[in-house]
C-alpha cells in the first residue's frame, strides 16, 4: 500500500516536499514514481528513483528543481523547489516492477492517493 502526503497551497517560487510511504508492504518495489494530472490532463511522469536509491530519473520540466529521494525506511521524498503555476496538480505516487518503464504509466503496479499541490501567484 502506497500513501502520499505532503501537498498544499504554495506561493510560486516556493517549496513543498511530498512524502510517498509503502506500508505494510508485501512486496519490494524496484522503482517508485511520481506522476502529476492537472485539471483537463493526462495523468504525466514527474519523477522516479530505484528502491535502492542509486538510479534517479526526472521530466524535462523538473530537472534542476524537484529531487527525488528515498530514505532507509520505506518512505520516499519528492522535495519541490522554485515552484511554478504549472506545477499545479494531484500528485501521485506508484510503484512499477523496472526502472526500465518508469516512465511509463501503464506500467505502474500499485498507486496511492493523491495529493493536492496548489501553487499560486
Known amino acids: 500500500q502506497l500513501q502520499a502526503c505532503g501537498g498544499g497551497l504554495v506561493q510560486s517560487g516556493g517549496s513543498l516536499r511530498l512524502s510517498c510511504v509503502a506500508s505494510?508492504?508485501?512486496?519490494?518495489?524496484?522503482?517508485i514514481g511520481w506522476f502529476r494530472q492537472g485539471p483537463g490532463m493526462e495523468r504525466q511522469f514527474v519523477a522516479a528513483?530505484?528502491?535502492?536509491?542509486?538510479?534517479q530519473l526526472y521530466s524535462d520540466s523538473v530537472k534542476g528543481r524537484f529531487t527525488i529521494s528515498r530514505d532507509n525506511a520505506d518512505t520516499v521524498y519528492l522535495l519541490m523547489n522554485s515552484l511554478k503555476l504549472e506545477d499545479t496538480a494531484v500528485y501521485y505516487c506508484?510503484?512499477?516492477?523496472?526502472?526500465?518503464?518508469?516512465?511509463?504509466?501503464?506500467?505502474?503496479?500499485?498507486w496511492g492517493q493523491g495529493t493536492q499541490v496548489t501553487v499560486s501567484s
Open positions: 506508484g510503484a512499477v516492477s523496472s526502472y526500465r518503464n518508469a516512465r511509463i504509466r501503464n506500467k505502474y503496479n500499485f
Open positions: 505494510e508492504r508485501t512486496f519490494t518495489p524496484d522503482t
Open positions: 528513483i530505484t528502491w535502492s536509491g542509486s538510479n
